[in-house]
Every structure is written in structure tokens, then in C-alpha cells.
């Protein structure tokens, strides 16, 4: 890598690490003065409002298959629908998820 | 978006290895593609690896390789990387309310990704706050490890590992919709929340499907934003607060 792509890389992985950090700080900050003026320290409610739709647009992103077919759409579909039936019954993070990925891997290989 | 507390594991360092573990699906394949990817656009194996470990943002790593490559214009290649890292402004100031103060949260910034996000705002609320660092530095050290061997497995053996295994890169990467999915459930627990949930991840899913996958997260975030401010809230409705 010649010097000045070195430049570019250590620009990049600075500022990603700004966007990161900085919002934080400043949230930090704010939560702190709130607190130290004796006021009930908040997030704003637009804050929290975006961080769960992030979430919902993460998932919607990755719903989209690596390589789309007609089999894809239909392994990803049975397999966020195994996923819920047993996050219903269990309520936790690890088991849908095992179940979601072996019902897709399992769909993928048995009629790709 | 709670997770009930006493599903949790008492050592918090287990714990974050357990959450992180899903996210190994869906990062060791696409590393590895990114690892083969920039090995053969001319970068050398510890080159490769140096930029999964610095930059750490997959989408951004591989439009970096690809417009150095291409000669594009020094100012532009940067622009256009922290423009699609943008969306990371809002991710701090949701988790910040669950971090004490303690000067040790600053550079584990670094390992806010879109998917330690995700979960440390499904997990902390539900953590006391002494377990909230150990956690974290478990689950995020494991994520960031993963994407580094990942590349590195790409850069050296890629190839190889593609050809052999194909089945992986294409089955392993569901465990990331399955984990989005567990997350998304616990806030559909009223109408206002489930259509503002719904608004998101469908315009997220035509947003990538109609080509436009670096804003689809935040613009469809900001529908879903929108979508809870125009739904009225029924009497049922819990409003926003976890």
C-alpha cells in the first residue's frame, strides 16, 4: 500500500471511529449536566424511537438472501417463521436462532 | 425491547459470549469475502487485515478497496466511506443512558458495530450496570475477532474455502435475520409499535431490493420514526419507553 492509501485508511478508520464516539460523548454529557441540575436525566424520545427502528431496518436488510431465488425467499420465510414459533415458546435469543438457521440451512440443502 | 432479566446468565462475561455467538454466521462469511475481495484487488494479506482491524464497517471496507482501486479521488474515497458509516451517529446517544461513567467506554467505541448495537440495546436494560462493561467488552471483542480472523481466513485461503464450502457463505448468514428478528419481537407488543416495526423493516427490504442497500438502514429507520408519530396511540399502547 503506497503512503497516501495509508493516509486514506487511518482518515476512515479515525472518523468512523468519531461518528461512533462522539454522539456518545455528547449524550453523556448532557445526561450528566441533567443529573448534576438535579433534573430527571432523559434521552430525547425521537432518540429512542429511531434505535428501535435501526433494529427493525437491520432486520429488514438482511432479510433480503445473499443470492435471491424463488428457493432463497421461501427458506428465508419458513425459516423467520420456525424462528418465532420458538422464540414464542421460549422467550430467548439462542434457541430461535439455532432453529431459524438449521430449518434454512436444511431447506438450502435438501432442494437447492 | 426486554428480554426478561432472569433469562440471563449470572457471569456477564458468559453472557456476552452467548450473545455474540450468532453474529459469528453472519460476519466470518462475509469477512471472508471481504478478505478474497481485497487480496485480489492488489492489497497484500496483512494490509487486508490491518483494514478489518482499524476500520471495522464491512460495507464501507469493501467500497474503500474497490474506489483506492478504481484511482478514484483521495477526498471522495473518504467522503463516501464515513457517509455510509453515517447511520452510526445515532447508535452512542440510544446506548448512552445504560454506560456509567467510566473513561473506559471511550475506545470500546470502536466496536460499535450495527449488530452490537442491536444487541446491547436488547441487553443492557435488563443488566445491572457493573455487568453492562464486562459484557460488552465480551461480546464486542468476540465480534471484532471474528471479523478479523474472518479476513483473514479470506485473504489467505479464501478462494479455497469458497470453492469447498460453498453451502456456508450461503446458510450461516441467516443466523443475522433470525437474531434481528429475536430482537424486533418484544417491542411488537402493541398495535403503534408493531405498524412502526413493520414500516421499518419492509422499507428497509425494498429499499436493498430496489438497489439502494448503504441508506436503506437509516432512511427506513426514519420512516419507522415517522410511521410512530402518525399512528395514534390506542389506549393499550405502552408508549416508548422499554
Redesign the interface.
Known sequence: MSGQTWMILLSIALGTYLIRALPYVWMARKLNKQASQGNVSSTPVWLTILGPTMIAAMFGTSLVPVEPSLLSWVATVIGCVATYFIWRRTRSMGYPIVAGVLVFGALTVFFG | ?S??AQ?LLSNPWKQGA??A??LL??YI?VAVSFGLFSVQAG??VL?TI??SA????GA?QFL?VAM?VSGAP?WL??VM??LI?????????????Y?Q?DVR??PL??L?T??I??LT??RMPNMTPSDRLRWYVSAGVIAWMSWILGTALGAIAGDELIERWP?I?????????????????P?CSDRR?TI???I??????????FGF?NI??????????LA??AVHPSPTDKG??S
Open positions: 425491547m428480554t426478561p433469562l452467548k450473545d455467538l450468532p454466521g453472519g462469511p492489497f497484500g494490509e490491518l483494514v482499524f476500520i471495522y464497517a464501507s474503500f483506492v483521495v474515497v473518504i466511506t464515513l458509516n453515517s447511520r452510526h451517529l445515532v447508535y452512542g446517544p440510544n446506548i448512552a443512558p454506560l461513567r467506554w471511550l467505541m470502536h460499535l450495527d449488530q448495537f442491536a440495546l436488547t453451502l457463505s450461503e446458510v450461516l448468514p441467516f443466523a443475522l435475520p433470525a437474531l434481528f428478528l429475536v430482537m424486533v419481537l417491542r409499535w412502526t416495526m413493520v421499518a423493516t419492509s422499507t428497509a427490504m425494498l429499499l436493498k431490493l442497500p436503506a438502514i437509516p432512511a427506513a429507520a426514519i420512516c419507522g420514526a410512530y408519530y416508548v419507553l
